[in-house]
């Protein structure tokens, strides 16, 4: 006889179980923490990265100022040198008035150039184009302090005035005399700053022996400037050199633009980011990892389904019935977990997991109710591990409870791989005072012929055969000739998956002695199943017209 129950073990299922496991995810908190953290490294690399990057603008876009302000006072200079040389390649300029109105039209068409002089060696005035400004001088240098330029015919000095300063040109004609141009180069350094910084810079052009010649910076700057940050350039040609200060406030605000759309560029790149490495982060784990996990948190609880005799109607016992209770609130059904724990070995330490904590939590019951039994599911294959039975007695006696009151459910729906070897651990059972029960009967892979050889206490009649009350008359027959061959082999008979009275009176007639099902309840959790058993034993002390108009006030 092999009758095939419409069994959840096979591929699709366990791809279902698979699939289901994988879509555990991690709580909501771990994806927004790594996120977070993503967009919070993005926007402080930004920051430095952005503060360095203007920065360096900011100083590079200031040295090529400092350049430009020190090119055009060189051109300034080149211009003034560019006169002279026009005077001297005319002839030696002489004092006298014709002479002196030719040098002043020169003077005239050179806007920076505003007087020419003839010097002695020594550097002394002989005479100048306009001989009024030699009175604006307040003094002037010898020659000896006036400093050599790249080419040693030219010198640059400061001319002190009295309303200012200019920049003396000199350049040798013969050894005795030389031509001096005096030039104002502040012009020349006007509108170099770009506008958001004019009102809190300078630029200043410097001899080399740190005299300043030309200095400009806004009307609207007054005092001196606080906390400047200094640019230089020094001149190769010319003993000079430009200087640009800044305001250290006015420079940091300067340039701040690209700031926002960096930051801003890099909170999309963080969110990306993140987002990236949240969802791989917390990409489900592999089932058989989920499985680990859920066993060191301990999630597979044991429910438990009432027993009950068929004729009292009286609780007897119950069976253990594996739930995963996940940490997020959501209970799994044993179809959704053990074909992958079976096919990945985890059944046994779940096994271990799930009978501990039943026998722990029913073991007040179990001594104060002598007769009442809990059985177990085990695998074949989780059987037939050598120290088995030794664990199981170990367990057993941890928590005080008689072997006795222990019944050893074997389910025979997969083909039992060594026959022999599960007959003596049945064996052994038995020995030790544990109940053995063969699960499914006739749904599986094995023939009667095995019920006879296991040697176990008590046949459980599949839910199928319950299901087919009423409906198959096959399937009452088949009832009937398993509890025959029961009452042959000294064994008890249990039905399972009762739901209906007709049920019960079909089970009954076919000398079924205890049964398990919804009729009278559901697996529960253990607390529940304490107060179970107390309304149930109140309700049926209370019925008058038997036990079968119970359950329904139970429920
Ligand atoms: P099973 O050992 O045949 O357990 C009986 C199953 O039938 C249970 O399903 C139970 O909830 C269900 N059932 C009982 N009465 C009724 C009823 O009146 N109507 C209906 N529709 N169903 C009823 P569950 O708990 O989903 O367990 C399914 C199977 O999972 C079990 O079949 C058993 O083979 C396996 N299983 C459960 N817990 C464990 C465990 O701890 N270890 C192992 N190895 N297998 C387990
Ligand atoms: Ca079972
Ligand atoms: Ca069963």
Redesign the pocket.
């Known amino acids: 006889m092999k009758l095939r129950r419409p069994a959840w073990s096979g591929g699709t299922v366990l791809a279902r179980a698979v699939s289901s496991i994988g879509q555990v995810r991690w709580p909501g908190i771990a994806y927004v923490a790594l996120l977070a953290s993503s967009i919070g490294v993005f926007l402080a690399g930004a920051h430095v990265a952005a503060t360095a990057l203007i920065d360096t603008q900011r100083s590079r876009q200031l040295g090529e100022l400092t350049e430009t302000a020190l090119r055009r006072s060189e051109v300034a200079i080149d211009y003034g040198i560019a006169a002279l040389d026009e005077l001297i390649q005319r002839g030696p300029m002489s004092c006298d008035s014709v002479s002196l109105q030719a040098v002043r039209l020169h003077v005239y068409q050179r806007g920076t150039v505003k007087d020419i002089r003839s010097v002695s060696r020594d550097g002394s005035v002989l005479c100048s184009a306009y001989s009024e400004t030699l009175e604006f001088d307040r003094g002037w240098v010898h020659r000896n302090d006036m400093l050599p330029a790249a080419d040693e015919a030219v010198r640059l000095f400061r001319v002190d005035q009295f309303f200012g300063v200019a920049l003396g040109v000199l350049k040798d004609v013969d050894a005795s005399r030389a031509l001096v141009a005096i030039l104002g180069i502040n012009a020349y350094l006007y509108d170099i700053m770009p506008a958001e910084l004019r009102d809190h810079a300078e630029v200043v052009l410097d001899l080399r022996n740190d005299q300043t010649v030309a200095q400009y910076h806004s009307p609207a700057q007054a005092g001196s400037l606080q906390k400047a940050i200094v640019f230089a350039k020094d001149s190769d040609r010319y003993p000079l050199r430009t200087l640009i200060r800044v305001e250290s406030e006015a420079f940091r605000q300067w340039h701040q633009e690209p700031y926002i759309p960096i930051m801003g560029l890099a909170l999309v790149l963080g969110v990306a980011f993140g987002l990236l490495l949240a969802s791989a982060a917390t990409r489900p784990q592999s089932p058989i990892a989920e499985l680990d996990r859920a066993l060191a948190a301990q999630e597979f609880r044991p429910y438990l ?1 009432p027993v009950f005799n068929m004729h009292t109607g009286a609780i007897v016992g119950c ?4 739930r995963w209770v996940r940490n997020d609130g959501t209970i799994l ?3 959704r977990f ?1 074909p992958l724990a079976e096919s990945s070995g985890r ?1 046994v330490p779940m ?1 271990w997991q ?1 009978v501990s904590a039943a026998l722990g939590e029913l073991q007040p019951l179990l001594k104060q109710d002598k007769n009442f039994k809990v059985a ?4 074949p294959h989780h059987l037939t591990i050598p120290g088995f039975v030794d664990r199981l007695r170990e367990v057993v006696a941890k928590v005080k409870v008689a072997p006795r009151q222990v019944i050893v ?1 074997l ?1 025979e729906r997969e083909e039992l791989e060594d026959l022999t070897k599960v007959v003596t651990v049945i064996g052994s059972l038995r020995n030790f005072g544990f109940k053995v029960a063969i ?2 009967v006739g749904t599986g892979h094995n023939g009667l012929s095995h019920i006879q050889q296991l040697g176990a206490n008590i046949i459980k009649i ?2 199928f055969f319950v299901d087919s009350i009423g409906r198959d008359p096959t399937g009452v027959a088949i009832i009937e000739m398993l509890v025959r061959l029961a009452r042959e082999l000294k064994m008890n008979v249990l039905a ?4 209906t009275d007709e049920q019960i009176s079909a089970l009954l007639a076919c000398d079924v002695e205890e049964g ?4 009278v309840s ?2 529960v959790p253990i607390a529940e199943f304490f107060g179970l058993l107390e309304r149930h034993r109140a309700a049926l002390a209370s019925a008058t017209s038997g036990w079968r108009a119970v359950p329904a006030r139970v429920a």
């Open positions: 389904q069976e253990v019935l594996a059904p044993p179809s053990i059944i096994t799930i177990v599911n085990i695998v459910e389910t699960d499914d599949d839910k399972e998956g009762i739901e398990q099902g919804y009729f559901p697996p």
